[in-house]
């Protein structure tokens, strides 16, 4: 079984300040995990992955993820916000290496407000 | 490249009518999915397919069917439209299995079931 938790629905921040966007994940399997972006009226678009190589993951536009096995974990972070980055971010778990298909779970979104 | 595409963008129908949304990639994909994005919800898989020829039930895949008769395309069919199928659509591919590798997104198909 596995599942995923956000643990905000919205996020505000002023722009030029940090973003911290909070993932917490179950699985009974060693998991992939994938943040995702998707701005307003478009498709998700891949931020980053983890898939059991590095544990801090960096990704596109600045943001980075931190996979903490002890506190199952992988919160997105940015240093500093940009107006482009408000959006709703989707974190995803996978179980990993069975072959085939695997059940995606799909978080429940969180958006993000930049605040000029 | 032009990636994921999905035809239409926009549909509106009545309780009862039919429909088939179309989704095409062009990157070689084995695997391609159908989701529905509802408020609150996050995306839910409704079929997905690991091959040209094949198909699979998601997790809410009651009142659609799909079918993959050529790799590039992945049909979604609505048979008998109901008002709890008003949602968005996304179709995505990737290239092999979804632990390891990117899912890339159509622009999504926004139905509405009156």
């Known amino acids: 079984a596995q599942s995923v938790t956000q643990l905000d629905s919205h996020v505000s921040v002023s722009e030029g300040t940090p973003v911290l966007l909070r993932c917490n994940y179950s699985s009974s399997y060693s998991p992939s995990l994938f943040w995702y972006v998707q701005h307003p009226n478009k498709g998700l678009q891949l931020l980053l992955k983890?898939?059991?190589?590095?544990?801090l993951v960096k990704g596109i536009n600045g943001f980075e993820a931190e996979f903490k096995k002890s506190e199952t974990s992988f919160h997105l972070t940015k240093p500093s916000a940009h107006m482009s980055d408000a959006a709703e971010y989707f974190c995803v778990v996978i179980p990993r290496g069975f072959g085939g298909y695997q059940k995606v779970t799909f978080g429940t979104g969180t958006k993000l407000q930049v605040i000029p | 490249n032009a990636g994921v595409t999905q035809t239409p963008k926009f549909r509106v129908l009545k309780t009862g009518q039919s429909m088939t949304l179309l989704c095409a990639q062009d990157m070689n994909h084995e695997y391609m999915y159908w989701y529905r994005q509802d408020p609150g919800m996050g995306l839910r898989l409704i079929h997905y397919s690991v091959g040209e020829g094949t198909t699979a039930k998601g997790e809410v895949p009651d009142g659609y069917n799909v079918s993959r008769l050529k790799k590039q395309n992945f049909l979604l069919g609505l048979e008998s439209a109901a008002p709890s199928q008003t949602s968005v659509y996304f179709c995505?591919?990737?290239?092999?299995?979804?632990?390891?590798?990117?899912?890339?997104f159509g622009p999504g198909t926004r139905l509405t079931v009156l």
């Open positions: 995505a591919s990737s290239s092999g299995e979804a632990g390891y590798n990117e899912q890339f």
């Open positions: 983890y898939t059991s190589a590095a544990t």
